[in-house]
């Protein structure tokens, strides 16, 4: 593959990976918990962003736009899983609040030291993972965005591969700049009431975000 067309490429995939959607709120929604959390959470994208773009070099991804139902059949799954995640976090989060004020001076099981929900790094990755796997529009995306960079003659799948590493190196630099921003937010912002607040914003984002994804499904169908 040409250096012309990797740079080519490269450089709308920086355009695309600066603008917000579901993967960003998701990443931030982690990284503010824990910085590593963040960095798990990107890594399980990256590894959904390699799916897609195999999908999208065996064609695969065709179907998406052949068969529109299948499109917003992910769609939907997507939005309700981002649903989950915010409202169950937000939930969460007044919970934690309350057993915060009750508990002054103790430790709860399910409350770190900042007085935010504890996650693992298998569900920060298996989050992660799942937001990128449930969003057709990276199958879209990489679908309308590739047959203009790959040569003629080329094997479609190493090229898409390599157009997706790419694409997978960008964007978990991008979320590694997020997660050292958010981390340096947790750092400023030590107060249990501050953090609850901030894991609030994070959930409610999310939410309306799923609920976007939502109406979106509905909408363009």
């Not at 918990?33 to 590894?47: F, I, K, S, T, W």
């Not at 912002?189 to 999310?206: G, N, T």
């Not at 994804?213 to 363009?220: D, H, K, M, N, P």
């Amino acid at each position: 593959m040409p250096f012309s067309a990797l740079l080519g490429f490269a450089g709308l995939s920086l355009v695309i990976v600066l603008a917000p959607g579901p993967d960003t709120f998701l990443l931030l929604r982690y990284a503010l918990n824990r910085p590593r959390n963040g960095v798990a959470a990107a890594l399980g994208m990256m590894v959904s962003i390699m799916l897609w773009a195999a999908l999208a070099g065996l064609g695969v991804a065709a179907l998406l736009q052949t068969y529109p139902a299948i499109h917003q059949g992910i769609a939907v799954v997507g939005g309700l899983y981002l649903l989950y995640l915010g409202l169950g976090s937000f939930v969460k989060a007044r919970f934690l609040a309350g057993a915060t004020a009750a508990t002054a001076r103790t430790t709860s099981r399910s409350i770190t030291a900042a007085g935010t929900t504890e996650f693992t790094l298998m569900q920060s990755v298996r989050a992660g993972a799942l937001s990128s796997a449930l969003n057709p529009k990276l199958g879209l995306l990489f679908l309308a965005l590739m047959p203009p960079f790959i040569p003629a003659g080329s094997n479609m799948l190493v090229s898409a591969l390599t157009l997706g590493a790419v694409f997978a190196v960008i964007g978990f630099a991008y979320f590694m700049v997020l997660t050292f921003i958010a981390a340096r937010a947790m750092a400023w912002f030590k107060s249990p009431a501050v953090s609850i607040w901030l894991e609030r914003v994070s959930s409610a984002a999310l939410a309306v975000m799923g609920a976007v994804v939502l109406v979106g499904a509905f909408v363009s169908h």
